[in-house]
């Protein structure tokens, strides 16, 4: 028997900690069946407007803006786009006419959602995060699912409608399970602060090179800077003599985190399901203005399996981020130790987990 066509709208974006998950559920939604549909709905603002179209799937945009922690003047702004975000996603709704619409967190995920639910379409959501966003906190209310990546993360949503799946990843992160090779002598260290760089991040990498330049043989890195500090972080590394491929934004995550021996970077959900997936030691430090400050939340869970070490963003300076990953460069066995709590907390079938709950939600009764 001919398996059902199956039409799917992925709603949000903004960073790629949110639109990564959503790309995954996407890539397993098609590689079911070549013929399901994909239509993904975000804001011009967002990571999405970039990626997307580079990647062949479709994207609609709406117009509407986040309300907390913004102001009064944004307040009022993003309340006023509020009722014309809601008509946009209700047309692109009628339009498409999907089986299933789920929101993977950012901007468009609420109106979106929203306005599935009122059209009478199957909804879910997706949290990344160890703390549930407000939105979410929210759309879980009225939605059919809800997908969590945190068993800690059930408080407030009605266990019926909750399944614990992991955060979804990409296909090619899951392929490329091959260790870094370490045959010849080299150390790679790979540093990154989300899609769009981490100034403070980078700060410390910068003010910490000149301290680390007697391992300039056997240390290399590979820098996601974002676009600001680009020459000024590529200039530090060729300064010092080190070996480094410094990048504003790195396509190929998926290779870059297969061949590292150590990752630097902030502690967003997605970016710690990719860590966990390739099975790689990591010091994290959170960005500490986040939401309900949920990124120190998802270390604290890395640190307390043995797969990384937290550096708190007031305690950064040059002289602990050298000591920190001298320490664990170092030290092989705690390196191979600390992968192996890394993979242990993977879960590559999230993805799967999603789609098979969103194939069932989006064909019941037939």
């Known amino acids: 028997m001919e398996r059902p066509v199956t039409k799917m709208i992925i709603a949000g974006g903004g960073t790629g900690g949110h639109l990564y998950p959503g790309i995954a559920v996407a890539e397993e939604l ?58 946009q996603s209700r047309a692109i709704i009628r339009n498409f006419m999907p089986h299933v619409v789920i929101g993977v967190g950012g901007y468009a995920s609420g109106p979106t959602v929203l306005a599935a639910r009122l059209l009478g379409i199957p909804t879910a959501i997706a949290e990344q995060n160890a703390l549930a966003g407000n939105t979410n906190r929210i759309l879980g209310k009225v939605v059919d699912r809800i997908f969590l990546t945190y068993e800690e993360s059930r408080k407030g949503f009605s266990r019926r409608k909750v399944r614990v799946t992991g955060n979804p990843v990409r296909a090619a992160f899951i392929h490329q399970l091959t260790p870094s090779s370490r045959e010849d002598g080299m150390r790679r260290v790979l540093v990154f602060g989300g899609s769009q760089g981490a100034a403070a991040i980078n700060k410390a990498v910068m003010e910490m090179l000149p301290l680390a330049q007697a391992r300039t043989k056997d240390i290399c890195f590979v820098h996601q800077s974002g676009q600001r500090d680009v020459e000024a972080v590529r200039q530090s590394y060729a300064r010092c003599g080190f070996i480094a491929e410094v990048l504003p934004f790195i396509t190929e995550m998926a290779s870059a985190l297969a061949s590292a021996d150590l990752i630097v970077c902030r502690a967003g959900a997605t970016s710690l399901a990719e860590i966990t997936v390739a099975g790689k030691a990591s010091v994290l430090i959170p960005f500490p203005y986040a939401i309900g400050d949920h990124q120190t939340k998802n270390a604290e869970a890395m640190v307390r399996s043995g797969a990384a070490v937290m550096i708190r963003e007031r305690d950064l300076s040059a002289a602990l981020l050298w000591r920190t990953i001298e320490s664990l460069i170092g030290d092989i066995e705690k390196l191979v130790s600390m992968e192996a709590q890394s993979l242990a907390l993977a879960r590559p079938d999230a993805a799967a987990k999603i789609v098979d709950a969103c194939l069932s939600l989006a064909h019941a009764g037939h």
């Open 30 to 87: 098609l590689k079911r069946n070549p013929r399901n549909r994909v239509l993904f709905v975000g804001t011009s603002r967002g990571i999405e407007h970039r990626v997307l179209p580079q990647l062949g799937y479709e994207l609609q945009e709406i117009d509407v803006e986040g309300v907390k922690g913004r102001g009064v003047k944004a307040l009022l702004k993003g309340i006023y786009t509020v009722p014309k975000s809601m008509l």
